[in-house]
């Protein structure tokens, strides 16, 4: 079979590997659609946390259709649709325990979305294998995982009916936060500064868009937009200190401001103590998913709400993927990568 193995930093390669056969527990997944992201680029770039050694396979967004299945496993037969999660929490440490599975202490992450066939360990397939819904073909599937860590973001907030929820980026994921916060009543205020995101923004649900310019000018539009007072709700979706400072200033006196947004690791931010202490803003952030959470996923997506396609990028071939995650084929990270 064909798959794709990050060896090292910008060592990218499409190899010929053996097929897997499945042990107990075990499941072999024909992969028909995986989904590309930035965090494929970042991960080709610098590395990843979900990297553990070179080298490595790559790509966390994926679905497809059983091929094989070892002894034991009854959930799932040969030629039954799945979406597979890229991780499965081991369910008894502290923090599984407490209910937050995303930080377990034992994370099991699965990579190998980028590939003709992956080999499913047992606690992804006890744990986190998930059957399609008839509603939802196999090619949109991959958009649970994404879609799932939306999910977990506003399953820790409180967004109030016409609440003004802002999302800072609106790209897939800002976009994703943007119909979630809608479908619950919020009243989404999308900010980008490039101008065919902002014109997809109220086809998620936006009721309002603002032209990014990166500064205070951001602020005052929001508060603007909020009887001068800033928003209930603001979610960061671009993964960069300034923009979480700039999320931070957004958000009204008692506000939550989810910094959603990943940065890398040994980046810091500034926050005036005033507006934690005196106008009590809270700070939180949301890594991840859950099993909870990408069956959610799943059944927004066969809710067929939103046209959740639109973000699913260009379709490409295998071969085609080094030179998409490098920016070759276009300065978006999203594709469709039909093996």
Same mark, same amino acid.
């Given at each position: 079979?064909?798959?794709?193995?990050?060896?090292?930093?910008?060592?990218?390669?499409?190899?010929?590997?053996?097929?897997?056969?499945?042990?107990?527990?075990? @499941?072999?997944?024909?992969?028909? !659609?995986?989904?590309?992201?930035?965090?494929?680029?970042?991960?080709?770039?610098?590395?990843?946390?979900?990297?553990?050694?070179?080298?490595?396979?790559?790509?966390?967004?994926?679905?497809?259709?059983?091929?094989?299945?070892?002894?034991?496993?009854?959930?799932?037969?040969?030629?039954?649709? &799945?979406?597979?999660?890229?991780?499965?929490?081991?369910?008894?440490?502290?923090?599984?325990?407490?209910? $937050?599975?995303?930080?377990?202490?034992?994370?099991?992450?699965?990579?190998?979305?980028?590939?003709? $066939?992956?080999?499913?360990?047992?606690?992804?397939?006890?744990?986190?294998?998930?059957?399609?819904?008839?509603?939802?073909?196999?090619?949109?599937?991959? /958009?649970?995982?994404? =879609?799932?860590? &939306?999910?977990?973001?506003?399953?820790?907030?409180?967004?109030?009916?016409?609440?003004?929820?802002?999302?800072?980026?609106?790209?897939? /994921?800002?976009?994703?936060?943007?119909? /979630?916060?809608?479908?619950?009543?919020?009243?989404?205020?999308?900010? *980008?500064?490039?101008?065919?995101?902002?014109?997809?923004?109220?086809?998620?649900?936006? &009721?309002?868009?603002?032209?990014? #310019?990166?500064?205070?000018? *951001?602020?005052?539009?929001?508060?603007?937009?909020?009887?001068?007072?800033?928003?209930?709700?603001?979610?960061? !979706?671009?993964?960069?200190?300034?923009?979480?400072?700039?999320?931070?200033?957004?958000?009204?006196?008692?506000?939550? @401001?989810?910094?959603?947004?990943?940065?890398? $690791?040994?980046?810091?931010?500034?926050?005036?103590?005033?507006?934690?202490?005196?106008?009590?803003?809270?700070?939180?952030?949301?890594?991840?998913?859950?099993?909870?959470?990408?069956?959610?996923? =799943?059944?927004?997506?066969?809710?067929?709400?939103?046209?959740?396609? #639109?973000?699913?990028?260009?379709?490409?071939?295998?071969?085609?993927?080094?030179? &998409?995650?490098?920016? $070759?084929?276009?300065?978006?990270?999203?594709?469709?990568?039909?093996?």
């Amino acid at each position: 079979m064909r798959a794709a193995r990050l060896h090292g930093p910008g060592d990218l390669r499409i190899e010929t590997l053996p097929d897997p056969a499945p042990g107990p527990g075990e @499941v072999v997944l024909a992969i028909a !659609a995986a989904l590309s992201c930035a965090t494929d680029v970042k991960s080709v770039e610098r590395g990843h946390p979900s990297i553990a050694s070179y080298p490595s396979p790559l790509g966390h967004e994926f679905a497809g259709r059983v091929e094989a299945v070892g002894p034991g496993v009854e959930q799932v037969r040969p030629g039954d649709a &799945a979406f597979c999660a890229d991780s499965a929490p081991c369910g008894v440490c502290f923090q599984c325990r407490r209910g $937050r599975e995303s930080l377990c202490e034992d994370l099991l992450y699965l990579l190998g979305g980028f590939g003709e $066939r992956l080999l499913i360990p047992d606690r992804v397939v006890s744990t986190n294998l998930h059957p399609l819904p008839a509603a939802v073909d196999v090619r949109l599937a991959p /958009l649970a995982e994404p =879609l799932a860590c &939306a999910v977990h973001a506003l399953d820790v907030v409180d967004v109030r009916p016409d609440d003004a929820v802002v999302v800072l980026g609106g790209g897939s /994921l800002g976009l994703m936060l943007c119909a /979630l916060a809608a479908t619950t009543g919020g009243r989404p205020i999308v900010i *980008d500064p490039h101008d065919e995101r902002l014109a997809r923004a109220p086809t998620f649900g936006a &009721a309002e868009t603002v032209t990014a #310019e990166r500064g205070a000018a *951001d602020v005052a539009a929001v508060r603007a937009l909020t009887a001068g007072r800033g928003a209930p709700v603001v979610f960061e !979706a671009v993964g960069n200190p300034q923009a979480w400072e700039l999320a931070v200033a957004m958000a009204c006196p008692g506000g939550t @401001v989810n910094l959603f947004g990943g940065c890398a $690791r040994d980046t810091t931010f500034t926050v005036p103590t005033e507006r934690v202490h005196y106008e009590q803003i809270t700070l939180l952030g949301t890594y991840h998913h859950a099993p909870r959470y990408l069956a959610r996923a =799943l059944e927004i997506l066969a809710a067929d709400r939103w046209p959740w396609g #639109e973000l699913c990028g260009p379709v490409i071939g295998l071969a085609e993927l080094p030179d &998409a995650l490098a920016g $070759r084929l276009g300065s978006h990270p999203k594709f469709t990568v039909i093996p």
